[in-house]
């Protein structure tokens, strides 16, 4: 969730020389691609066209990034040894034995993805409706008042297409703790990773509050909010670690502006509880910056730090109201920036938030969903392309220098820097001990290569998308085997994710909203 506000080029404040100017891009080390047109891989037998039976098997990749020494290297002809929840093995070339084996050839390996912020439900009930300047406001209003049937319906379609795209991990803030509920409901069933929250306020109290002309509805709105954090840590500590530690429950508080000292320091309170973090829309707008200073003398960030946010995990989406002052409070206790480019619909403002600032900043900076495309790869794709046109207008403009975001950060922020800031290092790498959470991407086929496996792959991601992921693990767990999912009926999720969709289109069509 996203304001439309339009982002500052006068924002000059936040202008600085990049830090990660000087990384190493990541090449393989032969310069010959067409060395990788065979691999030792493809000449063995067929690997099997069934996914693996057990939690036992090895994936084999034409390259892989793996995660050695501290940092991560691409490696060609990898083979991966998954057993049960871990990776126990990491090696060029074959891993000898009848042990059952995903075929990757042609296919770049990479951990499993993680978004920082999504809103899982809401994905596919408002995609296509808001593109040309509607509001999301009454489509996502329609989603909450669906009985648990049908709004699990569409959790599923929409968790569905997060996995087809190879995110594996959600920093998931759920627009209530009913569609919280719905969305650990789903989770469980397909073992995905979450870190799950229901939005405080949620959205059927939030918009008079957000939207307020009088501060006396915030006061007014306390007790309630009181109940919902109550409600929601409630939920959270029965669910906390549940299917093996897949689901780790977050506190989700909306925003700065929607909340006073007192309700903050309740949901802080609960997050050190569950012991994950907290995870909110952070200076999301230059409204939000204004009302915080208005009340609290200090930028969103600031304000959040003075109360205790920052002890644990902290995840902040947005940002495009972000001053000097909040990427200071960020980096200094390793906060992760979420920038979310098709945030408020793919082609809004927010493919142009400050992405190269947050780089330039020092900041842990990963790559989020938000909430109307769930494709994980084409997100990736979008914050490196909007990100390289906003610095470049923005130095021609005002002679900055800021950073052109590389496809290498954004794959590091969808993995190893995110989950570090989730302060688990045994997520988002390919390293021996680490979770077997992993996909694979084609990088050699038609559209996205050359017919074969190129010398720098990663660069590929910038041609694909999320149809282009071939297989997906979580925790060993295969839930896409060869662009199909495993875990369920992908025909049954789509037709019950429709039906349940086309129930708020006939909603808004006896309302008029479409004629708005
Ligand atoms: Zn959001």
Redesign the pocket.
């Known amino acids: 969730?996203?304001d439309r506000l339009p982002h500052a080029l006068s924002r000059r404040d936040l202008i600085a020389r990049s830090a990660f100017g000087a990384l190493p891009l990541l090449g393989l080390p032969t310069a010959d691609p067409t060395a990788h047109a065979t691999t030792d891989l493809s000449s063995q037998p067929p690997s099997s066209a069934r996914p693996p039976r057990t939690r036992d098997y090895v994936v084999e990749a034409s390259a892989a990034l793996v995660y050695r020494n501290g940092a991560p290297q691409l490696i060609e002809n990898a083979s991966v040894r998954v057993r049960d929840n871990e990776i126990v093995e990491v090696r060029e070339g074959r891993i000898p034995g009848t042990v059952a084996r995903i075929n990757a050839t042609g296919q770049l390996l990479l951990p499993g993805l993680i978004s920082g912020?999504t809103?899982a439900a809401s994905g596919s009930p408002t995609r296509g409706l808001i593109e040309g300047g509607r509001s999301y406001q009454r489509p996502i209003e329609l989603l909450e008042a669906l009985p648990d049937d049908l709004l699990d319906d569409i959790t599923a379609y929409n968790v569905a297409e997060l996995l087809r795209s190879g995110c594996t991990t959600h920093v998931e803030?759920s627009l209530s703790l009913k569609q919280a509920q719905s969305y650990v409901r789903v989770a469980r069933r397909w073992h995905v990773r979450g870190f799950p929250g229901g939005m405080v306020p949620g959205t059927a109290r939030l918009f008079p509050i957000w939207r307020r002309s009088n501060d006396a509805v915030l006061t007014a709105s306390v007790p309630d909010t009181m109940a919902e954090i109550e409600a929601n840590r409630l939920f959270a500590m029965a669910v906390n670690g549940a299917e093996d530690g897949l689901i780790r429950p977050m506190m989700t508080p909306h925003a700065t502006d929607t909340h006073t000292p007192d309700t903050m320091r309740a949901v802080i309170a609960a997050a050190r509880t569950l012991g994950n973090g907290i995870h909110t829309?952070l200076a999301q707008g230059a409204a939000e910056a204004r009302v915080t200073q208005r009340l609290y003398g200090q930028s969103p960030a600031q304000w959040m730090e003075s109360l205790g946010a920052f002890d644990g995990p902290f995840f902040g989406?947005h940002m495009t109201g972000a001053t000097g002052a909040d990427w200071d409070v960020m980096k200094r206790h390793g906060g992760v920036y979420a920038h979310c480019p098709s945030?408020g619909g793919a082609g809004n403002s927010s493919g142009s938030q400050p992405y190269p600032e947050a780089l330039a900043a020092g900041v842990r900076t990963n790559v989020g969903i938000?909430?109307h495309s769930n494709d994980y790869i084409e997100n990736l794709k979008l914050a490196v392309i909007c990100g390289r046109a906003r610095a470049r207008l923005l130095n021609g403009a005002t002679g900055s220098t800021l950073p052109l975001p590389s496809v290498q950060q954004a794959v590091y922020g969808a993995t190893h820097v995110a989950a570090d800031g989730l302060r688990r290092p045994d997520l988002g790498r390919i390293a021996v001990g680490a979770k077997a959470d992993l996909c694979t991407i084609d990088v050699s086929g038609l559209l996205v290569g050359s017919g074969a496996v190129g010398p720098e792959p990663l660069n590929n991601l910038l041609y694909a998308s999320g149809l282009a992921v071939r297989h997906v693990i979580t925790q060993g767990y295969v839930q896409l085997f060869d662009g199909r999912l495993v875990v369920d009926d992908e025909a049954r999720i789509a037709a019950r994710g429709g039906a349940a969709v086309r129930q708020i289109w006939a909603q808004l069509t006896s309302e008029g909203w479409f004629k708005g």
């Open positions: 969730m996203t912020h809103h803030m829309h989406a945030g938000d909430t």
